[in-house]
């Protein structure tokens, strides 16, 4: 998902150069993903950056893999719906964005953010889901501590999860979430979190049964006058619906990947960083397509 508009980094960084060779964060994500197995890559984003993308991405890749760049439209409504969406600034978020490549994607996939860096070690574990998993009602996320995702910076949104086993149980939106005196807390509500809590970084793994669950809850959603303007409907509620209604399981995939993003501006040296000394350690070419 690539169609954020960057209202607290101050541009747009899903296409910022943080690379050594000054490649996108999302890129590596990428190619991680290629180096384990999947072969196409599917990226949503504003209509404006669409021929951007194809025309800078397509080059690089190799020739096996997919592209697909599809445009999250604010008029792209279910069937049926006829609202007026002249006065609609914001896209209608990240469930609607996944829906929106509901006409290119025909087989299990993975969902992931462009300003995240999650780590091989995530598509590895999502690979290995997908190769074993023989229950097309259910899905998985891959699930990362808490404390290792907080921004020096200033406060963060998680999707908080109570796991059991290895299953979700559910899963709450933070938004305001930051270091505090030592402590994690949730400062909207004063509540402290485990530092070890399981969060979800919009990593997940779904089959196309979702796209159906999606229009319906969009549908029901735009009945609502007072979402028109501004609401958004936001991946984590969907699944959390199709779990409370019986539709799907959820497994909760952990990992030792390192993960990292840039939310503020001020988190962009430290991904520099980060993304120089996985290439220094061999992890990555640079240029990372060559």
């Known amino acids: 998902m690539a169609a954020g508009s960057g209202s607290r980094y101050g541009k747009l960084k899903q296409f910022d150069d943080l690379g050594p060779a000054e490649e996108f964060l999302l890129e590596f994500s990428i190619y991680d993903a290629i180096h384990c197995g999947f072969t196409h890559i599917v990226l949503v984003t504003k209509a404006e950056n669409?021929?951007?993308?194809?025309?800078?991405?397509?080059?690089?890749?190799?020739?096996?893999?997919?592209?697909?760049?599809?445009?999250?439209?604010?008029n792209d409504l279910p069937q049926?719906?006829?609202?007026?969406?002249?006065?609609?600034?914001?896209?209608?978020?990240?469930?609607h964005a996944v829906w929106s490549a509901?006409?290119?994607?025909?087989?299990?996939?993975?969902?992931?953010?462009?300003?995240?860096?999650?780590?091989?070690?995530?598509f590895e574990g999502a690979a290995n889901?997908?190769?074993?998993?023989?229950?097309?009602?259910?899905?998985?996320?891959?699930?990362?501590?808490?404390?290792?995702?907080?921004?020096?910076?200033?406060?963060?949104s998680r999707g908080v999860c109570s796991v059991d086993n290895?299953?979700?149980?559910?899963?709450?939106?933070?938004?305001?979430?930051?270091?505090v005196d030592g402590e994690i807390v949730d400062t909207e509500s004063g509540?402290?979190?485990?530092?070890d809590t399981i969060?979800?970084?919009?990593?997940?793994?779904?089959?196309?049964?979702?796209?159906?669950?999606?229009?319906?809850?969009?549908?029901?959603?735009?009945?609502?006058?007072?979402?028109?303007?501004?609401?958004?409907?936001?991946?984590?509620f969907v699944a959390q619906e199709m779990m409370a209604n019986g539709l799907i399981d959820i497994d909760v995939i952990t990992t030792n990947s390192k993960w990292f993003g840039v939310t503020y501006y001020e988190d962009k040296a430290e991904a520099v960083n980060t993304l120089q000394r996985l290439t220094n350690e061999n992890k990555y070419l640079s240029p990372l397509w060559k």
């Open 50 to 74: 669409k021929a951007f993308l194809e025309n800078y991405l397509s080059p690089k890749l190799p020739s096996s893999i997919k592209l697909d760049v599809v445009v999250q439209d604010i």
């Open 80 to 95: 049926g719906i006829s609202i007026d969406t002249s006065e609609r600034k914001k896209p209608w978020g990240t469930a």
């Open 102 to 122: 509901r006409h290119v994607i025909d087989s299990d996939f993975v969902i992931i953010n462009a300003d995240d860096y999650y780590g091989k070690q995530a």
């Open 129 to 156: 889901f997908i190769n074993n998993n023989s229950s097309k009602t259910t899905y998985a996320i891959v699930g990362y501590n808490l404390k290792d995702t907080l921004s020096e910076h200033g406060s963060v």
């Open 166 to 179: 290895d299953h979700l149980v559910s899963i709450e939106e933070h938004t305001k979430i930051e270091a």
């Open 191 to 195: 509540n402290t979190l485990h530092p």
């Open 199 to 236: 969060v979800s970084m919009n990593f997940w793994i779904c089959n196309t049964s979702i796209f159906d669950y999606i229009e319906t809850y969009f549908s029901n959603f735009l009945q609502i006058p007072e979402n028109l303007e501004k609401s958004e409907i936001y991946l984590p």
